[in-house]
């Protein structure tokens, strides 16, 4: 099973935006799905974008659809998520994930099989 280690979490403001990303290494496979979730304390685990590494199909959470963009840079072997007009309900802790699928690609927290430690975010208003 590969590694998955996120950066990019950070403090902003309402209003502004991060990038996140996620280094995969040694990933046995060439295609699988891969994920973005996110978790407040005393809440479950949320997805919030999810890309299939061998193609484009994307999908989102409706709370962050045109807001969020996931991407690959398979070059470098990461995914990354682009996160504009923060507000403060997406402070989170978010986790990169993957699952050796042959998709499509859920948002659903069971689907994945391996996870980085995860980054924070923390949007003020």
């Known amino acids: 099973q590969g590694e998955l280690v996120e950066s990019g979490g950070g403090s902003v403001q309402a209003g502004g935006s991060l990038r996140l990303s996620c280094a995969r290494a040694?990933?046995?496979?060439?295609?699988?799905?891969m994920a973005w979730f996110r978790q407040v304390p005393g809440k479950e685990r949320e997805g919030v974008a999810s890309v299939f590494t061998n193609g484009e199909t994307t999908r989102y959470a409706d709370s962050v659809r045109g807001r969020f963009t996931i991407s690959q840079d398979n070059a470098k072997n990461t995914l990354n998520l682009r996160m504009n007009s923060l507000n403060a309900e997406d402070s989170a802790m978010y986790y990169c994930a993957a699952d050796e699928s042959p998709g499509p690609c859920t948002l659903r927290e069971d689907d994945y099989n391996a996870w980085g430690q995860g980054t924070l975010v923390t949007v003020s208003s």
């Open positions: 040694h990933y046995r496979y060439t295609s699988y799905c």
